[in-house]
């Protein structure tokens, strides 16, 4: 197809397809991805399909499994109540909301959205009933938090596999992420907090039955109690292995000379495989000084009794990590396929020049790619990464760069996030949200932090620092 505005229409078409039998047909992404990516090949290259599942599948596998694995230790060390207590310290029971807020963003760098929202909920609830603070105020920027991370910052997957799709730098990537989402967090908060506050939404009952209401203004009254629980530097060190390690790694490359011998070692020890590799061996290393805690929380998971402690190290972790990951494995790699065959359509550089003509600035065209995505299909990872495979081919031509690229689609993956999105209803579900609340207190912060990203990547690149 050499026509840009023929494959233009295809492309159309083909997404209206995907959607309809997401929305509609309420098929799984997964076998919608694989459906729509056949139909283009036939008129493209069939051989591309398989190979772009292949190759997804090969870079991402590992890392994505080995974040599941190193989720259920974060879970069952309670590491996350950890760092929850770390920052009710550091505001000194102040502005409480940003206690599970900025939890929730630290440990969904790793962790998938669903469990970092069950982590993150019931700290929320905690502290509501302590302080008498609403679920609106909780839920908004508690999700907003997890959201920005889950968007912006690998290795979470959907983010992991369009750095490595448009061959952005990955410590780079995660850096400038976690400089941009951090910001749009707290501008987000500014704008926002009064806001919030304006309506009373009751919490979860069966989570703060036994929790009693203080009057108190001690730090030490307002803390997440927990048997067993793990120190501060100890619960941080399960996030920041692997992020300082891939991070550290591309700082030290662009600052020592190519044939420096450091970089070997770097090489090795900033490789995403490695570097969650160390997390998890590190995370499990944690849970044997606090078994009491792991053993509560697997059985709790499980609803089974290990009789030996390496077992749920060892075997009920990993099996667990695994049944979270597969979906996640699976969507991604489809759309890795389907994002190979639009990329490989020669009629591609037509379109990127007709783009660029239209006087549409560069940046703007993956930014709402993905968020028009994200409204079709509700899934930010099956988002992101067809708005790589689109934008791909384009990135010379638009005068983009690929970290600028990466963390413009991540942006534009959840500036709406509605009803159609399954974790739409898994936050609403624990913060106690009804539609209407949901989406004034998810759809809503959701949009402003990813305006407030885009705005923050565009300032960037428009003085030439990323």
């Not at 090969?58 to 974060?74: E, F, N």
């Not at 972790?317 to 990329?343: D, H, Q, Y």
Request: include cysteine; glycine fraction near 8%; charged fraction near 10%.
């Amino acid at each position: 197809m050499a026509s840009p505005i023929g494959f233009l229409i295809m492309l159309i078409l083909t997404i209206i397809v995907l959607v309809f039998l997401i929305m509609k047909i309420n098929l799984h992404p997964t076998f919608a991805l694989f459906l729509v990516g056949l139909g283009f090949s036939f008129v493209e290259s069939l051989t591309t399909l398989t190979g772009g599942f292949g190759s997804t599948m090969t870079s991402l596998g590992v890392p994505i499994m080995l974040g599941a694995i190193l989720a259920m230790g974060v879970q069952d060390t309670g590491a996350a109540k950890s760092i929850a207590n770390f920052f009710i310290r550091l505001f000194h029971g102040k502005n409480l909301e940003l206690a599970p807020a900025l939890t929730a963003y630290i440990v969904s760098i790793p962790v998938f959205g669903d469990i970092t929202t069950i982590l993150t909920s019931n700290i929320a609830n905690v502290l509501s009933k302590r302080k008498h603070i609403s679920m609106s105020k909780m839920a908004a920027f508690t999700q907003a938090g997890l959201n920005l991370t889950h968007a912006v910052v690998p290795p979470t997957p959907g983010i992991l596999a369009v750095s490595i799709m448009l061959g952005a730098d990955l410590g780079m990537t995660i850096s400038w992420g976690i400089v941009i989402s951090l910001a749009a967090l707290m501008l987000t908060w500014v704008a926002l907090r009064k806001w919030t506050e304006k309506e009373w939404i009751e919490l979860v009952p069966e989570v703060v039955a036994e929790i009693q209401e203080t009057e108190s203004d001690r730090v030490e009254d307002i803390l997440i109690r927990g048997e067993d629980l793990p120190g501060t530097l100890p619960a941080f060190l399960t996030i920041l292995i692997p992020v300082v390690l891939i991070a550290g790694s591309s700082f030290i490359n662009m600052c020592v000379a190519e044939d420096a011998a450091i970089r070997n070692w770097t090489a090795i020890f900033g490789d995403k495989i490695v570097a969650l590799g160390l997390g998890v061996i590190y995370t499990m290393l944690l849970g044997c000084f606090h078994q009491k805690a792991v053993r509560k929380s697997d059985r709790d998971s499980t609803h089974k009794e290990q009789e030996k402690f390496h077992d749920i190290l060892l075997n009920s972790w990993i099996a667990r990590g695994c049944e979270v990951a597969l979906p996640a494995l699976l969507i991604t790699s489809m759309g890795g396929a389907f994002s190979a065959v639009i990329k490989s359509a020669p009629a591609i550089d037509g379109l990127a020049s007709m783009i660029v003509e239209s006087g549409i600035p560069g940046l703007l065209v993956p930014f709402l790619i993905s968020a028009i995505m994200m409204a079709a299909v509700g899934s930010a990872t099956t988002a992101g990464i067809t708005a790589a495979g689109v934008v791909l081919p384009m990135m010379g031509t638009l005068g983009i760069t690929p970290v600028a690229t990466t963390l413009a689609i991540g942006a534009g993956s959840i500036l709406f996030n509605y009803m159609n999105n399954s974790g739409f209803w898994v936050i609403s579900r624990f913060f106690n949200l009804n539609l209407k609340q949901g989406i004034k207190y998810i759809t809503v912060p959701c949009g402003v932090s990813s305006l407030m990203c885009f705005i923050l990547i565009a300032i960037f690149t428009s003085i030439g620092i990323m």
